[in-house]
């Protein structure tokens, strides 16, 4: 029974991400998938992903082997080899009726590589963890081109696509005056606190995509990327300016309005305009 309902969601969230927001001829859809033990890069259509051979962040052709998205495992949509995350992105999430200074410049912090979770794998909560870890939907721009010391005007040809994700966060460990720690890496960087996905999509307008998140059902965050306090060009040329960015890296760019904790049980979904619905069940470890 769970499986046909993780394939019931896997379907499901293909067609809502083509047709939720209406048809777009100019819009990739990209999906790295597990078939019959292979692993392979494909570009989705409807309810089919077609493989592609070769690099997907450089020369890649598509082939004739197409598999029904229901029957395929969706993995990460991409490996990358740094993932960064931004503070403060949204005047939404930011307290106070003006921006700070800090945050009239791009924030960005380090996530782990171990964090990142497909669609439909569980955000496990540690044992330990307090019963105050939250969501945060964010657009995560993904980078196509090594990426230093780029102008502003340019930023946009490094950028392969964007695509959904959660910058899961452990307020405690983050904010506890007394007991927070010195860093953010187990607050946002424990294994599975970075689900991203399902599909990387390019053509796309990214700096004005309706951005959710559902809980349970429930609409708790709803904003458009607009909102965002920098763009994605800016992002791109302000961190490319101190770090080399290479293909497959991930930025999330922040998050707007309010969060909240997640509990055991609860079913997240973030759906990004022309990307597609991430799910995520969640459950916390036994002690």
Not at 17 to 25: K, Q, T
Not at 60 to 77: F, G, I, K, S, W
Not at 151 to 178: C, H, I, K
């Amino acid at each position: 029974m769970m499986r046909l309902m993780r394939l019931w969601a896997v379907a499901g969230c293909a067609l809502l991400g083509a047709a939720a927001f209406g048809e777009n001829e100019d819009v990739t859809r990209y999906a790295r998938f597990e078939v019959d033990g292979a692993v392979a890069y494909g570009v989705v259509e409807g309810d089919e992903v077609r493989e592609l051979e070769g690099d997907l962040f450089g020369e890649h052709q598509l082939t004739d082997r197409v598999h029904a998205l229901e029957e395929v495992t969706l993995l990460v949509p991409c490996e990358p080899r740094q993932v960064f995350a931004l503070a403060g992105n949204y005047a939404s999430h930011i307290p106070g009726e003006e921006i700070p200074e800090r945050f009239q410049r791009v924030q960005p912090f380090l996530k782990t590589i171990a964090s990142l979770t497909a669609h439909e794998q569980d955000i496990v909560i540690p044992a330990d963890a307090s019963d105050d870890v939250h969501y945060e939907a964010e657009l995560v721009i993904v980078i196509g081109r090594e990426a230093s010391n780029v102008a502003l005007e340019d930023a946009m040809d490094y950028v392969f696509g964007v695509t959904a994700g959660n910058d899961v966060s452990e307020r405690f460990w983050q904010n506890d005056p007394e007991h927070r720690d010195v860093q953010w890496w187990r607050a946002k960087g424990a294994d599975t606190f970075s689900p991203y996905g399902p599909f990387i999509a390019r053509g796309l307008d990214y700096d004005d995509l309706l951005l959710e998140l559902r809980l349970n059902d429930e609409v708790k965050q709803s904003e458009r990327t607009s909102g965002m306090v920098h763009d994605v060009a800016s992002i791109v040329s302000y961190m490319s300016q101190y770090v080399t960015l290479f293909p497959g890296d991930l930025i999330y760019t922040g998050t707007p309005g309010t969060t909240g904790p997640m509990e055991h049980g609860d079913i997240v979904e973030i759906e990004l305009e022309g990307v597609g619905v991430l799910r995520n069940p969640v459950v916390r470890e036994s002690e």
